[in-house]
């Protein structure tokens, strides 16, 4: 069985599983799942009993609501490239933009096993117990010095799934383009964009048999169609982006 597309992988993180709908001001549960603010509190609407994750069942021991704040920068980064005139793709690279939210913020790695604190910001597990190593006080968030009452690390699943499709968007662009924009095969400009295989190609991939039979456009012209398509993956937009720019 091929592996999913990892746009399609990221499409799935960055989509709340009870609307279906991308996520509109993130939260997280202790169980470490997430949904839209407003979502899960419909689902727990006119419950006195304890609360669940809609998920995984787990319990909640109080309706404790805790913001995704990498979750909201990825819609922040999605709705930015899909309003952004031609040409004006602000300063920073958007594939960087993403990396940069599969960050720790501490080891300046991607995150590993990461887990969030009250104030949503995230570090990796082992990262953030090295920061408050020693310590004997309330404990403090490494990024906004907000006071952690306890040591309650909630898993971050949605991030952790965000590196992984980072990683493998990163080694893709590097297996198949050499990293600026070429053909590793045939050594040339990545110039046309398969619709069936939704890959960049250059004009000798266009004549092998593996295209001939397919639909090519100008990755021009698709990059504008994607960015135009307000349901489409986030990451085709920063793929055909970063092949563009």
């Known amino acids: 069985?091929?592996?999913?597309?990892?746009?399609?992988?990221?499409?799935?993180?960055?989509?709340?599983?009870?609307?279906?709908?991308?996520?509109?001001?993130?939260?997280?549960?202790?169980?470490?799942?997430?949904?839209?603010?407003a979502c899960?509190?419909?689902?727990?609407?006119?419950?006195?009993?304890?609360?669940?994750?809609?998920q995984c069942s787990e319990t909640v021991q109080q309706r404790n609501l805790r913001p995704n704040r990498q979750l909201c920068e990825l819609r922040k980064l999605k709705l930015s490239l899909l309003l952004s005139p031609e040409g004006t793709m602000a300063a920073e690279n958007p594939m960087e933009s993403l990396q940069k939210e599969a960050t720790c913020p501490v080891c300046l790695e991607y995150f590993t096993e990461p887990v969030s604190l009250e104030c949503g910001h995230n570090f990796c597990r082992?990262?953030?117990?090295?920061?408050?190593?020693?310590?004997?006080?309330?404990?403090?968030?490494?990024?906004?010095?907000?006071?952690?009452?306890?040591?309650?690390?909630r898993p971050n699943r949605q991030l952790a799934n965000m590196v992984e499709i980072a990683k493998r968007l990163s080694l893709q662009a590097a297996k198949g383009t050499g990293g600026d924009g070429v053909c590793r095969e045939h050594q040339e400009t990545l110039k046309l964009f398969c619709e069936e295989d939704q890959s960049p190609i250059c004009?000798?991939?266009?004549?092998?048999?593996?295209?001939?039979?397919?639909?090519?456009?100008?990755?021009?012209?698709?990059?504008?169609?994607?960015?135009?398509?307000?349901?489409?993956?986030?990451?085709?937009?920063?793929?055909?982006?970063?092949?563009?720019?």
């Open 126 to 153: 082992a990262c953030i117990r090295q920061c408050w190593e020693g310590s004997d006080t309330d404990m403090s968030c490494p990024q906004c010095s907000e006071t952690v009452q306890q040591r309650n690390l």
């Open 203 to 245: 004009v000798i991939c266009r004549e092998s048999r593996a295209h001939r039979a397919h639909t090519v456009v100008p990755i021009q012209e698709a990059a504008q169609e994607y960015k135009v398509q307000s349901c489409c993956p986030v990451l085709w937009v920063i793929t055909l982006a970063s092949h563009i720019s």
């Open 40 to 54: 899960i509190r419909q689902c727990w609407e006119g419950s006195d009993t304890d609360m669940s994750c809609p």
């Open 1 to 37: 069985m091929a592996a999913e597309n990892p746009m399609e992988s990221l499409q799935k993180e960055a989509t709340c599983p009870v609307c279906l709908e991308y996520f509109t001001e993130p939260v997280s549960l202790e169980c470490g799942h997430n949904f839209c603010r």
